[in-house]
């Protein structure tokens, strides 16, 4: 039987989420990674408009007969299959909202020019966003309750970033920091968690 196929540039990206779900679910799937290079680019292309995608992008995620395209799209598509999707009305209105908040806020650091001279600037200007997550978080253990679903990898992922943006950014927000602990600390991501194809650093190199 065929594993599936997980295609994404040799970066953590977009598609991180998506591994930390296949990871957390014991898929046993092939995790390409194209690199960022000329070669690696010029492999992407010629995949791109050979493998069946109706929307040729990265990531992609293929299944026997399955083939999408778009990371959200990919995740919510996991998240039914392996049973990570809310089960109320009221956490299925949590994890859309969380999911869309979270990628607004993962934009936000990275539409940001990584100077160091606006680093104190940036990360007053982002303090609110955090007690936004703080308080809609609140007591619960995952975003829609007591239950892991997929909108948590994305959030975990987005607050990774942060934190190696800026190493200290969630000592100020107790609740934040001891989800994202339990996020990290989830038995079933630790093999990935401490494997060398996972790529701790994240490079923030002002924009010209």
Known sequence: MTRPVLGYWEVRGLAEPIRYLLH???????????PRNVLGFEDWQKDKFSLGLDFPNLPYYIDGDTKITQSVAILRFLAYRHGLIAKTKE???RTIVAEQQCI???????LKSFDESGKEG??????P???QWEKFLGD????AGNDITYVDFMVYEALEFYRLYHETILDDYPILEAYFSRIKNLPELQEYMNSPVRQEVANFRPRR
Do not use: A
């Open 24 to 34: 957390y679910k014991k898929v046993d799937f092939e995790d390409k990674r194209y």
């Open 91 to 93: 956490q299925h209105r």
């Open 104 to 110: 607004e806020f993962r934009r936000c650091l990275f």
């Open 122 to 127: 940036f990360l007053t200007s982002v303090q």
């Open 129 to 131: 966003k955090f007690q």
């Open 140 to 143: 619960r253990k995952f975003i």
